[in-house]
């Protein structure tokens, strides 16, 4: 016959008897119970606002170069700079399934590889231009001045200079 003993405290017990937790063991059970709630809640916290952080973390602009085998709408996505862009700088019709390389492009432009790369280049240097020029002259909330009403401290339009 084999026999388990779980050694609690100063007693053993033996397979199939039990006993019941009273006075200390039940608030020890009871804290180690919290204890374990409060860390995982505390690991879902952590992984949430990591989510949360990676996902709103500001994305350094690609560096890659461009390639001869690369697509436009690769190029255009490791940019981040809409497709219509570089159809447009190519004198092409903006196709949502157009795949071909652009070493295929140059080919049917009867151009060089080199010099397509060069317009390509231009247009996303040009959108990050307006880009930039566009979030310069976005006016900022702080710049902004907010008026409030002398008799009801609301704001309110601003008062009238003359």
Known sequence: MFVVQVVAGDNALQMGERKTLKGED???????????????????????FGIRAFHQAP????SERIRPW????????AHRV????LYEALDLPPKTQDKRSIKQIARAQNLPVEEV??????????K????????????TSASTPV?????????????DPR
């Open 147 to 159: 008026h409030t009403s002398a008799t009801s401290g609301i704001p309110g339009p601003s008062p």
């Open 82 to 85: 809409p497709p219509q862009i």
């Open 128 to 139: 990050a231009i307006e880009q930039k020029n566009i979030e310069r002259a976005r006016p």
């Open 26 to 48: 039940y608030l020890l059970v009871r804290r180690r119970l919290l204890m374990a709630a409060a860390f995982a809640l505390s690991l879902v916290v952590i992984v949430v």
């Open 70 to 77: 690369m697509s436009l709408k690769y190029v255009a996505r």
């Open 117 to 126: 790369i060069i317009v390509i280049q231009k247009a996303i240097e040009q």
């Open 59 to 62: 994305r350094k602009k690609s």
